[in-house]
């Protein structure tokens, strides 16, 4: 009866030891198993308004000429720039006058750095006034098509000289290098050129290399 009594109590532990086994084996295998899922990163997407004044140097109709504006818009995470622009001859007079704006867009690298860079175009329309010897209204005349496409006017001068003015297409793709002054102010320093959708005439005299400089704010964090 005692030896019956013995392996009951003996069958019983190792049960019981098999049974407290089974959860250390089973946490063992568990912190043998590499943990594969990385911590997940969540960025803070910035959005915010940007406007710039601008003051461009270039020659128009083989004089030099400044022209001050400025653009701004909407900027998409410290990268794209939707908006709009405009710009206007400073030293015009009654016979040398010109205006121009229309679509900005911008795209933007390391805006957020000390030191970046963007690419921007504009694209639009303007009004000029330039003036011409009356031989040199020929050459519109021999074209009347492109001239009232153009909605040209003119007015006669002194001298047998006339001012006439026309609407033109522009076209205006420009690089910049973005220096950082403060997180929301940039010094903004490049250059571009001007194209021109006119006459023939106007095209040659009023498109051209330009240089500028523009002082840029950026709501929000830089």
Not at 50 to 69: M, N, Q
Not at 141 to 168: I, K, Y
Request: hydrophobic fraction near 40%; charged fraction near 20%; charge should be positive.
């Amino acid at each position: 009866m005692t030896s019956r009594r013995t392996h009951a109590a003996a069958a019983v532990f190792w049960f019981m030891s098999l049974l407290a086994a089974r959860p250390s084996a089973a946490g063992q295998q568990t912190q043998s198993q590499p943990n594969t899922q990385g911590p997940m990163i969540v960025e803070r997407v910035e959005n915010g308004f940007s406007i710039a004044p601008d003051f461009k140097v270039t020659e128009v109709d083989k004089s030099p000429a400044r022209l001050a504006g400025g653009y701004g818009g909407w900027v998409f995470d410290h990268t794209l720039l939707i908006g709009g622009g405009g710009y206007w001859l400073t030293n015009q007079s009654s016979a040398f006058k010109m205006a121009y704006g229309g679509l900005v867009v911008e795209w933007l690298a390391r805006a957020d750095k000390p030191i970046g860079f963007s690419a921007r175009g504009l694209v639009g329309g303007g009004e000029a006034t330039l003036s011409s010897a009356a031989g040199d209204l020929v050459e519109f005349d021999g074209d009347r098509d492109e001239r009232s496409s153009g909605d040209m006017r003119e007015m006669r001068l002194r001298d047998g000289r006339f001012a006439f003015r026309q609407n033109f297409i522009v076209f205006e793709p420009q690089g910049d290098v973005l220096l950082k002054l403060t997180r929301q102010w940039h010094l903004n320093v490049g250059a571009g050129y001007r194209l021109i959708g006119c006459t023939r005439t106007l095209d040659r005299r009023l498109r051209g290399v330009s240089g500028s400089i523009a002082l840029q704010f950026t709501s929000g964090k830089g």
